[in-house]
């Protein structure tokens, strides 16, 4: 296991930026949950190059599939970038009274007790270093990307400050929320700086797309439960301004 970015690859742990790619193309897959190997299939598939090519990837590395320990090889890699979920935010928080046991338990950390206190916090240095949002500059504007949802009547640019400021509630809905997915607060524009904005946390059968915000996480690792149409999604949103590819990932029971 390894991790060569350092402890605070970014200048800001909040808010990743990145310039425009001019020399080759940036993708941003959904929840990856420990399906490394699907994942490589999968840009194997679109002839990824990584000295051109970019991945920005909605968080959730680790989980469920049976990659995580594979995580902190990923980030390591110099064209990979994710921003925070709320599993790896399940690492983070395992020190805290009964949340290790509510993960190990009901989200996917069995991994995680097969690792020495000090793989540990090697896991839990890296997972705090992932910024909470990132910006991607492309030939049609800003894209947003963060890992479950902007508050309704939030801004993308005041979402951003507020996580800045430390807004316990702004981050636990970025983390955590479902809501607009579901149908459950409006399905209003994001306005603000970023044109449009890529999500995960939230499941489902095949992306969806509310006004200009975009839920990608299609269950890969789902697979483990019999899903049948569990798959990895993958959009390019450089210099395709949105293409999607997917790669089908057999049941196993």
Known sequence: MTMDKSTSPYPNPVLARFSLNEQGRD???????????????????????????????VGDLVDRGPGSVEALDWLARPWFHAC???????????????????????????WWTELTPEEQQTFRDAFLSMPLVMEVETHTGIIGIVHADVPPLL???RFVELLENGHSEVMLYALFSRDRVHGMRGRRRVDGRAERIYCGHTPVREPVRIDN??????????????????????????PESHQEFQIRVAPKR
């Open 27 to 57: 993708f941003v897959v959904g929840d990856i949950h420990g399906m490394f190997r699907d994942l490589q299939a999968l840009l194997d598939q679109v002839e990824f190059d990584p000295e051109r090519d970019r991945l920005f990837s």
């Open 84 to 110: 925070r979920g709320n599993h790896e935010q399940f690492a983070i928080d395992s020190t805290e009274e009964g949340a290790l046991e509510f993960w190990v338990k009901y989200n996917g950390g069995e």
């Open 155 to 157: 801004t993308w640019d």
């Open 213 to 238: 915000i975009y839920y990608i996480d299609t269950g890969a690792c789902y697979t483990y439960d019999g899903y049948e149409d569990a798959r990895l999604t993958m959009v390019e949103i450089h």
